[in-house]
Nanobody, 115 residues
Framework: QVQVVESGGGLVQPGGSLRLSCAAS????????AGWYRQAPGKQRELVAR???????NYADSVKGRFTISRDNAKNTVYLQMNSLKPEDTAVYYC?????????WGQGTQVTVSS
């Protein structure tokens, strides 16, 4: 069974930075598009960043210019560098394929942006 583990979240002040990591137990991302999703309290989960197998990236308008997604296929890992964080970025962040597979959802990592 594939395991996906997100890490790197925490409490940060507005304007700060965090780097999230997503490690998979198998090569589930190597030939597929991977993405970072987030879910804020009371809201639906949304895709915020996507990277194809050829490393083409796409971002939601709300994070464009502030977040950078990258991947290391040799390590089965996907990263999300988040800069200039805002309170509205507060959410649980998850990674998965794009489109997502139900059995690849991990526990997520909490990101809280607050002064």
């Amino acid at each position: 069974q594939v395991q996906v583990v997100e890490s790197g979240g925490g409490l940060v002040q507005p304007g700060g930075s965090l780097r999230l990591s997503c490690a998979a137990s198998g090569s589930i991302f190597s030939i597929n598009a991977a993405g970072w999703y987030r879910q804020a309290p009371g809201k639906q989960r949304e895709l915020v960043a996507r990277i194809t197998s050829g490393s083409i990236t796409n971002y939601a308008d709300s994070v464009k210019g502030r977040f950078t997604i990258s991947r290391d296929n040799a390590k089965n890992t996907v990263y999300l560098q988040m800069n200039s964080l805002k309170p509205e970025d507060t959410a649980v962040y998850y990674c998965n394929r794009v489109p997502p597979r139900e059995n690849y959802w991990g526990q997520g990592t909490q990101v809280t942006v607050s002064s």
